[in-house]
């Protein structure tokens, strides 16, 4: 059982929009910043997002994150069929549930 | 730029204790402010943060494992280690070594987990 909550999955079709959002608490998504994590078949996962919003340098602009109150969202604009993976959402967390917490993760199918 | 890479037995057997290995390249442990981490994956599932460590030495464990695990570094070698007890099958999962930029920086953004080793397997059985 994760500490963040997402959908198990979501589609999409190519050049569509998609949201993936993720439900937590006052102590973690609440009172800290949320990342997001694109995991390929077979690869490590990769940050797509942090603090929310940010984009590490070599991340397309397709994707975007926001927060609001104790819930985030991951957009990804444009659909690709190489945006076929797992995403993680990820935050700090203040209480007993260790620093880190993540999501369950989001296997995202373009159709 | 900084690459992971994990190594250790892939087969553990039930009671025994799984000691994983990650080597640091192209920059040094020492250098930066870094927290350095291990994260598991059991097969078809989800993420699991499992400890990290920091130059200071101080640690952090999930509140699920932390009466089994030791993560240590030795900057001698520059690597950093996992190690869990009394495993069980539970415990079989893709082991990911990882470095976590934490709040270094502005401390009101969590920079996340920006470089990751391959992972490697670990099965516990006999």
Sequence with gaps: QSVLTQPPSASGTPGQRVTISCSGHSSNIGSNTVNWYQQLPGMAPKLLIYGNTQRPSGVPDRFSGSKSGTSASLAISGLQSEDEADYYCAAGDDSLNGPVVFGGGTKLTVL | ?126
């Design chain 2, 1 to 126: 730029q900084v690459q992971l890479q994990e190594s250790g037995p892939g087969l553990v057997k039930p009671s025994q204790t799984l000691s994983l290995t990650c080597t640091v390249s192209g920059g040094s442990i020492n250098g930066g402010s870094y927290y350095w981490t291990w994260i598991r994956q059991p097969a078809g599932k989800g993420l699991e943060w499992i400890g990290r460590t920091y130059i200071s030495g101080r640690t952090s464990y999930h509140p699920s494992l932390k009466d089994r695990v030791t993560i240590a570094l030795d900057t001698s070698k520059n690597q950093f280690s996992l190690k869990l007890k009394s495993v069980t099958a539970a415990d079989t999962a893709v082991y990911f070594c990882a470095r976590d930029r934490g709040w270094f920086g502005d401390p009101n953004i969590y920079y996340g987990i920006d470089v990751w080793g391959q992972g490697t397997m670990v099965t516990v059985s006999s």
